[in-house]
């Protein structure tokens, strides 16, 4: 069963830091492109951070590039999003996403709801 299970959202202070997990399972993790996106109330989906490979150069949105920062472990297939300096914009519903196979399958994660908020 392809799926990916997210955990680690919460409430935070302005300043503050969390970090996001994403488990996956069902799929060749190794060989698949790997990203964390969010959703803010009334606001369309938007791509946050995502990595190809394991070593490979990540890619992030210019509201996150030197906060935010993904990593991805092959072996225990999981995604990681660490979360530095976070601002009331943040605030948002992240998703875990993964293009899986040969045709590039997209699969999302069920969401994380990160609270930024004094």
């Known amino acids: 069963q392809v799926q990916l299970v997210e955990s680690g959202g919460g409430l935070v202070q302005p300043g503050g830091s969390l970090r996001l997990s994403c488990a996956a399972s069902?799929?060749?993790?190794?060989?698949?492109?790997m990203s964390w996106y969010r959703q803010a109330p009334g606001k369309e989906r938007e791509l946050v951070a995502g990595?190809?490979?394991?070593?490979?150069?990540?890619n992030y949105a210019d509201s996150v590039k030197g906060r935010f920062t993904i990593s991805r472990d092959d072996g225990k297939n999981m995604v990681y999003l660490q979360m530095n300096s976070l601002k009331p914009e943040d605030t948002a519903v992240y998703y875990c996403?993964?293009?899986?196979?040969?045709?590039?399958?997209?699969?999302w994660g069920q969401g994380t709801q990160v609270t930024v908020s004094s």
């Open positions: 996403h993964a293009e899986i196979g040969v045709f590039r399958r997209s699969i």
């Open positions: 069902g799929f060749s993790f190794s060989t698949s492109a």
């Open positions: 990595i190809i490979r394991a070593g490979g150069n990540p």
